[in-house]
């Protein structure tokens, strides 16, 4: 008999679910129950989520799964989400950053 795509898919996320992953970042409940609270926390303020408030809870995630177990990868996609938040919020470097990145000191 030959297996379907769903079943394929179902028989690989079990092994990544209770193989590296759960070694990687705890347990689901452990990993998630802290994921909840930190984005509880982030949505407060919230009225309503844009654009640049998911990469921030992204980034979010992705520090509660480094606070299980630190990793460069995991550093990095904490970078990325920093990077698209900037650029979903459309922020720019102050201006005397700016000043100061052309070489000329601001006085």
Known sequence: MTKTIRAALLEEANKILHGKRSEDYGSVESNFGQTAALWNIYLERRKSIEPHDVCAMMG?????????????????????????????????PPVSQTVKSKGKAKK
Request: proline share 3%; glycine share 6%.
């Open 60 to 92: 979010l995630l992705k520090i509660a799964r480094l606070s299980h177990k630190p990793d460069y990868d995991g550093a990095l996609d904490l970078a990325g989400y920093a990077a698209c938040y900037a650029e979903a919020a459309k922020l720019a």
